[in-house]
Nanobody
Framework: QVQLVESGGGLVQAGGSLRLSCAAS????????MGWFRQAPGKEREFVAA????????YNTDSAKGRFTISRDNAKNTVYLQMNSLKPEDTAVYYC????????????????????WGQGTQVTVSS
């Protein structure tokens, strides 16, 4: 069982930055692939980025490349999403999720890969 708690969301102006954190409980954090998803009002939840259990490999959506960086600190059981150059269209509830490792990283865009989910943190980007 893994429990995930996101933090770091808030209101920021366009062009600004935020760093989201996701703290995980459990002793097996470093055996999970971790992902970030987001859901904008009226839209389906979408994949943002994923990181391998070791942190050596990441996978991002095209919209996130160059602006968002996923990282993890296994000693702290925490995964991060550094978001720069934020745009109003990045406004959404951001969720972290944990998936069992063992598949190609490019397959971790799919929600069905993930077993555990956090409650989400709101990010609002004003224009």
């Amino acid at each position: 069982q893994v429990q995930l708690v996101e933090s770091g969301g808030g209101l920021v102006q366009a062009g600004g930055s935020l760093r989201l954190s996701c703290a995980a409980s459990g002793r097996t954090f470093n055996s999970y692939v971790m992902g970030w998803f987001r859901q904008a009002p009226g839209k389906e939840r979408e994949f943002v980025a994923a990181i391998s259990w070791s942190g050596s490999t990441t996978y991002n959506t095209d919209s996130a490349k160059g602006r968002f960086t996923i990282s993890r600190d296994n000693a702290k059981n925490t995964v991060y999403l550094q978001m720069n150059s934020l745009k109003p269209e990045d406004t959404a509830v951001y969720y972290c999720a944990a998936a069992l490792a063992g598949h190609t990283m490019s397959s971790y865009y799919a929600e069905g890969r993930y077993r555990y989910w956090g409650q989400g943190t709101q990010v609002t980007v004003s224009s």
